[in-house]
C-alpha cells in the first residue's frame, strides 16, 4: 500500500508566476522563473517556467 506524499510548491518570483497548493500555476507577467517543490519524504526538485 502507498502513502499519501504531499507536495509543498512555493515561486521564486510571484510577479511572473504563482503556483496554488495544488500545483496550479497562474502566469502574471512575462519572464522566467523556478518553482520549487518540496515532498514530505525529503525529496525536493527545481522546475523553470517561462512566460511568453
Known sequence: MKKHVAVR??????KIATVSKAGVVK??????????AYAQNGVAKKIKVTVK
Do not use: L, Q
Not at 510548491?9 to 510571484?14: A, D, Q
Not at 502566469?27 to 522566467?32: D, E, I, L, R, V
Open 27 to 36: 502566469a502574471k507577467a512575462k519572464g522566467t522563473c523556478y518553482f520549487n
Open 9 to 14: 510548491y512555493e515561486s521564486t518570483n510571484t
